[in-house]
């Protein structure tokens, strides 16, 4: 195992943290920039919020991924059996399906209202709605990555 492991295992944590990392403090951002009801603040973190999902969740994600299955495939027999590593493998697939169906398309949607609006435009009804809905599935999909720390950490079955 040696250090292949443990570099493998420590790539896997930064990626965990930058993406997880990002998702709350995103989170964070975009809704007390909703709070101001300012259109220019919410069309900047708007931006903002987009451009640190191509910087910091996406490759926080994929180091995620490939360190785990590199560590999973390389130093585990038949890792798919184990059942604390199928489950967080689970939660981390659907987190992304929520992310590639539903977020995604929302923040792009919402970018899109928000660069009419930047210049102090009035907000349209549409982009609240959007919001709401990133709102709740985002919730849920920065949850179900989270409910992994468990996962990975306590090995429960």
């Known amino acids: 195992m040696g250090n292949t492991y443990l570099i493998l295992k420590s790539v896997h944590i930064f990626g965990v ?8 403090v995103t989170a964070w951002w975009k809704l007390m920039a909703n709070r101001t009801k300012n259109p220019s603040i919410i069309a900047f ?23 785990g299955d590199s560590m999973a495939y390389n130093f585990m027999a ?5 059942e604390w590593l199928t ?5 981390f ?20 209202l928000a660069s009419n609006f930047a210049n102090g435009k ?6 609240w709605k959007l919001s ?16 992994n720390i468990y996962w990975m950490v306590f090995k429960p079955i």
Do not use: H, M
């Not at 943290?17 to 709350?24: F, K, M, P, R, S």
């Not at 038949?78 to 184990?82: F, K, L, N, V």
């Not at 009035?122 to 982009?127: A, F, G, L, V």
């Open 45 to 67: 973190a708007q931006r903002q919020v987009t451009l640190t999902d191509f910087v910091f969740t996406a490759p926080g994600a994929l180091l995620a991924i490939l360190a």
């Open 87 to 91: 489950w967080g493998r689970c939660l």
């Open 122 to 127: 009035s907000i349209p009804d549409e982009y």
């Open 17 to 24: 943290i930058l993406l997880l990392g990002n998702l709350i």
């Open 78 to 82: 038949d890792s798919w059996s184990i």
């Open 93 to 112: 697939i659907a987190s992304g399906i929520i992310w590639i169906s539903i977020l995604i398309p929302t923040q792009i949607k919402q970018a899109r």
């Open 132 to 147: 709401t809905r990133w709102n709740i599935f985002g919730t849920i999909a920065v949850v179900l990555p989270l409910i």
